[in-house]
């Protein structure tokens, strides 16, 4: 005789239980007596933790369901853990896309929350930031059911809706005073875009591009790579270089500077899909047919003058039918293709240059001489000035001396009174001036002469 089995079972164990008629389970704490012809296996209760969840699949059925935490659970005679999961946390600036499998319904979640995926959920794609929508950024999104594109610019924190998918995040346009734009809209046209419009500053609306431009670049324009979308309509610059052939059949290699600009958009688009080889092929026709047609003596005493004549053509609306105009074209460098030609030509330049550094010289010299020349001119021109102006010091002199002695005569004159004639008054002033000038006379070294008449002296000769 079989006796009964024994099991004692603590608080987290169960026992699945089974005989030929059914199959359960026994869930503890408890003691519990099998039969002699039942099968016992023991297992532990499943611990759920407050954030985790298990997929339980009924064998009978297939039927998946969740069992959410914090619990402590036993599985039934026909259940099965499928899955152990934990919940997808969201911040409040997370959402995250779900799809029902059995559906095909596609829901949004957005944080703060989380998301205890049911058995036919999963995620669609991952978990993603919430779009900032500023004065500088906005989104483009698409209705997955109708198609549409919608800008969304008004400033928040954009999440789009179950039926929304993020196409792209679009920058605002800034352009400065010298940019332009061109945009073409979902028709084709084009529409041109500047910094000196109202609005300098804007989104790309929904089904318009920026047209890109690809132009030509280097010194021989031979790449194609220049690519951009704002047009700087601004003066500059451009080098290019090329092979030119003279009238007496000498290769030359000539390098040209373009300065030139952009004034008519429109035109350019009309005419031209790459400004800068056109320009510079343009320009190297016209130099190669000038050249041709010019010794390479002529050319070399006068190639500015040629290369600006022949691109700067006010006959020629090459340019102006592009939108291009052409402020200057100078000739940057010549050399010869051959090295022969190349040697004479130095040889020529070298002369040439020894020729102007000689006249250089030459011409300092001459303005040295010059400017001395011009220093002795000054220089005579102040002494007759000094001479004059002593001229006029010892005149004033004279006359103020004269007018003193003539003012001491007549005071002398009238000193002697009325009762004296006037011719006794000169003779007794000239006997005072003989006086003091034999006075003045005695006391130094010279000597006087005196006639018999000064002295009236006379030579008596007595028997």
Not at 97 to 108: A, E
Not at 112 to 124: C, D, F, K, R
Not at 166 to 188: P, Y
Not at 226 to 240: A, Q
């Amino acid at each position: 005789m079989l006796l009964p089995r024994i099991y004692f079972l603590k608080e987290n164990e169960q026992l699945l239980v089974e005989d030929f008629t059914e199959k359960f389970t026994v869930n503890g704490p408890q003691v519990f007596f099998a039969r002699p012809l039942m099968r016992v296996k023991s297992r532990k209760a499943l611990t759920i933790g407050p954030t985790d969840y298990i997929r339980i699949r009924h064998l009978l059925t297939g039927e998946l369901r969740n069992e959410r935490g914090p619990s402590l659970y036993f599985l039934n005679a026909n259940e099965e853990v499928e899955q152990s999961l934990s919940a997808i946390p969201l911040k409040r600036n997370q959402y995250v896309k779900l799809i029902d499998r059995r559906t095909g319904v596609i829901s949004m979640v957005r944080g703060e929350t989380s998301i205890y995926l049911s058995p036919t959920e999963e995620i669609l794609g991952k978990v993603e930031q919430g779009i900032n929508i500023d004065e500088e950024t906005a989104v483009l999104v698409r209705d997955i059911e109708s198609g549409q594109l919608q800008l969304i610019a008004e400033p928040q924190v954009f999440f789009p809706d179950a039926n929304q998918e993020i196409v792209e995040l679009r920058k605002r346009i800034l352009l400065e005073d010298h940019e332009a734009v061109v945009i073409k809209n979902r028709l084709g046209q084009y529409q041109i875009r500047r910094g000196t419009d109202a609005e300098r500053a804007f989104f790309l609306e929904p089904y318009s591009q920026l047209v890109e431009f690809c132009w030509s670049r280097g010194v021989h324009k031979d790449k194609r790579d220049l690519k951009f979308t704002r047009i700087d309509s601004r003066p500059k610059f451009m080098s290019y270089e090329f092979e030119v052939r003279t009238q007496d059949n000498v290769e030359l290699v000539i390098a040209i500077t373009l300065f030139w600009q952009i004034i008519n958009i429109e035109s350019m688009l009309r005419s031209t899909d790459d400004a800068t080889g056109d320009v510079c092929s343009h320009a190297r026709s016209s130099i190669i047919q000038s050249v041709s047609q010019s010794t390479l003596e002529r050319f070399l005493s006068s190639f500015n003058d040629l290369a600006r004549e022949a691109v700067q053509n006010p006959n020629d609306p090459f340019y102006t039918n592009r939108g291009v105009q052409i402020h200057s074209v100078e000739v940057r460098s010549i050399s010869c293709k051959d090295p022969e030609t190349q040697r004479i030509l130095m040889e020529i330049i070298q002369e040439t240059t020894n020729r102007l550094n000689q006249l250089q010289k030459q011409e300092s010299s001459n303005e040295v001489q010059l400017r001395q020349m011009q220093g002795e001119i000054q220089a005579e021109q102040l002494k007759g000035q000094l001479l004059e102006l002593r001229r006029e010091h010892a005149k004033t002199e004279a006359t103020s001396q004269g007018e003193a002695e003539a003012i001491r005569v007549r005071a002398f004159l009238e000193g002697l009174g009325e009762q004296t004639s006037t011719a006794d008054k000169i003779h007794i002033f000239n006997m005072l001036r003989k006086q003091d000038a034999i006075t003045a006379l005695s006391t130094g070294n010279a000597q006087l002469y005196f006639t018999p008449a000064d002295v009236d002296l006379s030579i008596e000769t007595r028997p």
